[in-house]
């Protein structure tokens, strides 16, 4: 289905329009494994966590002042892990904060610092906990081109959170470093990650070398940086989807894994994740994100229109669906 005769669906009934709170932009929006709590974080350096409640509406759970500069990113921990937020910011500082169960009613107590990562030189941008099965481990991005991969020592102590790899993968005087990062989810692979700012580039941990090392560079945009990569679940495909939003266009690549080239353990040959196609299509992107089973791919730009794209019969992602909320409240608030 093209643009043209694409379904356009407007969320009027269900559209719950969220008084932020906040008094900057809205930086990260981050739901938690459930689905039930969101996590958001701002310029004015506030993060707030909202609970969804039995009746459907969302109510304002804890809020706090969390770094001492503009709020960029927000994530949520696996469950498993307990209740844990890392957020990081302007200030050069990531931070992991826990929910204590037990505590008085005021919002801001309910949240606790364990651990403020401060090895950045600049600003941090993104971040990302791993895949669950890889244990509790923390990727982080920051605007002197690094991403630094940090570990929980011991899960039952959140104050120890040791630097396990620090991968230059942008040049520092570039213009926005590091932006975005995205881990793969798949449980036969070893730790893998993508990161994204003027190209996109791999990485894979080796287990012979015990280091991470890069597995594949792509080339970079036309125009500008890559905004924003996801790294499509993997249920039991061949081959992996990686999806990057760069500001007039998404770009989708496809990577065969070959089971015969996993017997090798030489990294360097690039064999163990082949770029088999990519595709380029034409549209407002600036974050992009996978369904669940990596079957469907989401976009939103600056037009207030999320796109929902889905590969076809020849293997072409075509746009299935376009999202769009009701608006004319968000409108009616705003003051002449």
């Not at 969804?52 to 509406?57: A, F, I, P, V, W």
């Not at 990531?94 to 929910?99: M, Q």
């Not at 906990?129 to 982080?140: D, I």
């Not at 040959?269 to 196609?277: G, Y």
Request: proline content about 3%; hydrophobic content about 40%.
């Amino acid at each position: 289905m093209t643009e043209d005769n694409s379904e356009f669906v407007h969320v009027n009934q269900s559209t719950q329009i969220i008084p932020s709170m906040h008094l900057d932009y809205v930086h990260w929006v981050s739901f938690d494994t459930y689905g039930r709590r969101v996590a958001t974080c701002s310029g004015d350096r506030f993060v707030r966590v909202w609970d969804l409640t039995d009746s459907g509406e969302w109510t304002l759970a804890a809020q706090w002042q969390a770094h001492r500069g503009s709020v960029t990113s927000v994530c949520w921990a696996h469950p498993e892990f307990g209740s844990i937020l890392a957020t990081c910011g302007s200030d050069h500082d990531a931070k992991i904060w826990e929910e204590r169960s037990h505590t008085t009613n005021t919002m801001a107590s309910r949240w606790t610092l364990r651990a403020s990562l401060t090895e950045a030189r600049r600003g941090v941008t993104c971040l990302e906990f791993a895949p669950r099965h890889w244990g509790l481990k923390l990727a982080v991005g920051s605007a002197d081109g690094c991403v630094r991969i940090y570990e929980a020592v011991d899960i039952m102590n959140l104050s120890q959170w040791p630097l396990a790899a620090a991968l230059q993968s942008f040049e520092e005087g570039s213009k926005l470093g590091c932006t975005c990062l995205s881990w793969c989810n798949g449980r036969f692979e070893p730790p893998t990650l993508v990161a994204g700012g003027s190209h996109l580039v791999i990485y894979r941990y080796s287990e012979s070398a015990r280091a991470w090392q890069p597995l594949v560079q792509l080339p970079a945009p036309a125009k500008g940086d890559v905004l924003d990569v996801a790294w499509a679940p993997n249920v039991g495909r061949r081959f992996h989807y990686i999806a990057s939003a760069e500001n007039q266009q998404l770009r989708v690549y496809k990577f065969r894994r070959d089971a015969a080239d996993n017997k090798s353990n030489d990294i360097s040959s690039n064999k163990h994740l082949k770029l088999e196609s990519s595709q380029t299509i034409d549209a407002n992107a600036w974050r992009c994100q996978w369904n669940v089973t990596g079957t469907v791919l989401a976009s939103s730009g600056d037009g207030g229109t999320v796109q929902l794209w889905k590969s076809d019969l020849d293997g072409n992602f075509v746009c299935v669906s376009k999202v769009q909320g009701d608006l004319s409240q968000v409108t009616a608030k705003i003051p002449a």
